[in-house]
T-cell receptor, first 113, second 111 residues
């Protein structure tokens, strides 16, 4: 696609429910990143995928968070048993071979009631 | 923490003035990048400076990098109201895969 696409753009859920956030990176980009941005804060690294290598999951805050990337393209971030502190904007970015600039999607705003 | 700091946290200037924001970091880097984020939007890449470069220009943007002080600055000259946004620096370390972002500088340009 022309840019990084994220869905849903907004998600409101109840505490304890599972949510899935989707990221469709730019075609041909082998690197994909997930970040979390709380209100008025910087970006917190969550996970990094590069080609067929094992993902860097060092930023995932708990075992309720997981992510996968199918076929080296689309990625899904799953949050199980959501908590109120999970409320944030989840940003996805991709880059070519992990070098140079990151191209960001518009983010998925998650609100946990 | 490897995230470092950006300052100021907030900056308010009159249109036409210059805006300077700073970024400090703690570990060695391959490159440093500056991004802009309009409210409620994703981040947009502005400029990349490599560790062996000291200064780079792009239009009204000027970025400097001092690796001995582990700091960078972004200068926006002749600011416009449309420059109102948050600005983030992102550091790509020598080791590891992730880019480290600071908490950003919120710039308001008053028309």
């Amino acid at each position: 696609g022309a840019g990084v696409s994220q869905s849903p753009s907004n998600k409101v859920t109840e505490k304890g429910k599972d949510v899935e956030l989707r990221c469709d990176p730019i075609s041909g980009h082998t690197a994909l990143y997930w970040y979390r941005q709380s209100l008025g804060q910087g970006l917190e690294f969550l996970i990094y995928f590069q080609g067929n290598s094992a993902p860097d999951k060092s930023g995932l805050p708990s075992d309720r968070f997981s992510a996968e990337r199918t076929g080296g393209s689309v990625s899904t971030l799953t949050i199980q048993r959501t908590q109120q502190e999970d409320s944030a904007v989840y940003l996805c970015a991709s880059s070519f071979k992990g070098f140079g600039e990151l191209f960001f999607g518009e983010g998925s705003r998650l609100t946990v009631l | 923490s490897q995230q470092g700091e950006e300052d100021p946290q907030a900056l308010s200037i009159q249109e036409g003035e210059n805006a300077t924001m700073n970024c400090s970091y703690k570990t060695s880097i391959n490159n440093l990048q500056w991004y802009r984020q309009n409210s409620g939007r994703g981040l947009v890449h502005l400029i990349l400076i490599r560790s062996n470069e000291r200064e780079k220009h792009s239009g009204r943007l000027r970025v400097t990098l001092d690796t001995s002080k582990k700091s960078s600055s972004l200068l926006i000259t002749a600011s416009r109201a449309a420059d109102t946004a948050s600005y983030f620096c992102a550091r790509e370390p020598n080791t590891g895969n992730q880019f480290y972002f600071g908490t950003g500088t919120s710039l308001t340009v008053i028309p």
